[in-house]
């Protein structure tokens, strides 16, 4: 398995690792290599790298700081932009599909089943489907598809240890990220700031190894350090929180009818019925 192996039929399969870990990135051949589906190693970007004002990286450090309380972390910036690194890659192919991994992912579903099947549920209401993430809350299934629930949730979906993307999801994520002021996972999950059509694939396909990760360590060795909150801050904080609360649930409930009223007009049935094939896809 080389860094440039051709992509399994219509998804482009590619994952992020660090240069120099070879551990992490043997581990991720090894899952892969018996299912026969083709690996991209994506060279990530490291925080070392991440050199000056982070201005000019697009950070706003003053929002950032006021969400996260505390100041962007050079390894968080360093995510963003290996994330936007193999999503410009992707889009530089032909593929339709891109199925990204961090190179902690540990296959915990029947990964080639779905991937044959993606084209046959992509009818225009998804941008990103996420196939881990650390919370998910109660979730609404919108849409069901062989043995899998495409769901909703009106909470967080943290982590980005796997993401699959269409070409319209990667090119709205990258100028999403033109403006950074979130960690990657959690201003990808802000769908009503972003506009991103974005699901969660049920039961997870992949589940995170629990080895610590760079941003981890670094906000360990940070955690003494924080910014101290004033009483300004902390009514800023609550009044974009629940700005972000209320606009969630709009968006939500918006996501859910439209997914709606695509069913019925591709099939004429119930939002969880199977859904379409390729040639059905709006």
Known sequence: MTDETPPAGNVDIFCINIAGDVERRASMQRQFAPLGLPLTFVEA???????GDLDA????????S???ARPPLRNEIACILSHKKALTRFLEGPCD???VLEDDAVIAGDIKAFLS??????????????LYSKRQGKARVVRRFADFNITLSLKYSHGAVANCYTRRGAQKVIECFSKIYSPYDVQLGQAWENGIGMFNVEPALFRHSGTPSRIDLQKARGRKTGSARTATTLFSDLAWRLRGSLLKRIRFYTQ???????????HGSAPTS??????DRK
Do not use: H, P, Q
């Open 45 to 51: 970007v490291e925080g070392s790298d991440i050199c």
């Open 57 to 64: 990286y697009g950070v706003n450090t003053g929002r950032f």
């Open 66 to 68: 006021l969400f996260c």
């Open 97 to 99: 599909y891109a199925l």
């Open 117 to 130: 099947n993606l084209a046959g549920i992509d009818e225009g209401y998804w941008e990103i489907l996420r």
């Open 256 to 266: 859910i009818l439209k997914v709606r009223r695509i069913a019925r007009r591709a």
């Open 274 to 279: 199977t859904s379409a094939t390729a040639g």
